[in-house]
């Protein structure tokens, strides 16, 4: 099986993974998101530092909105936002005891903020890379805030 089935939390594109090279990485990343997916954001300019920047950032916008999921990373709820309002991970009424369609309503939400932190990830050099956590406990709102904060 391979490494990264069922395992989202360790799998984000664009991550170094000391064990795999780049082509390794590139080949499971399109096996993942699917051919199709990958090509319609190769366009985007690589984020290597604060001149890419704003450049990235316009062109990760649109394709965060092409494929719906600009939702995980606006934190704003705007009647006016045509991308749509932001979308926040859902809490069980007991956390201790989730239900089967609380359980699969945090899960859906975590896959489709991993699709989102994917498209974020994608087109990051190596050094940049580094800012961003690989871990499913750092959504996709995360992921933008800290390359605003640190290069933008």
């Known amino acids: 099986m391979d490494r990264w089935i069922g395992q989202a939390e360790v799998w984000t594109c664009g991550q170094v993974w000391e064990d795999m090279d780049d082509v390794d990485r ?3 990343w399109v096996r993942w998101m699917g051919v199709e997916w990958v090509k319609q954001l190769d366009h985007i300019l690589e984020l290597t530092g604060p001149d890419t920047y704003f450049a990235w950032k316009w062109e990760v916008t649109y394709a965060l909105g092409i494929k719906d999921q ?3 990373v606006t934190d704003t ?3 006016n936002d045509v991308l749509g309002d932001a979308s926040f991970k859902p809490v069980p009424a007991n956390p201790l005891l989730p ?3 609380e359980t699969k309503a945090i899960r859906d939400w975590l896959i489709q903020d991993l699709k989102a932190k994917s498209i974020i990830t994608r087109r990051l050099s190596a050094s940049v ?3 961003v956590s690989t871990s499913h406990k750092v959504t996709a709102r995360d992921a933008w805030k800290t390359l605003a904060d640190h290069i933008g």
Do not use: E, I, S
Request: glycine share 0%; hydrophobic share 35%.
């Open 99 to 101: 239900t089967t369609a």
């Open 26 to 28: 590139r080949v499971r």
């Open 77 to 79: 709820v705007d009647p």
């Open 70 to 72: 600009w939702c995980h």
């Open 129 to 131: 890379q580094q800012l």
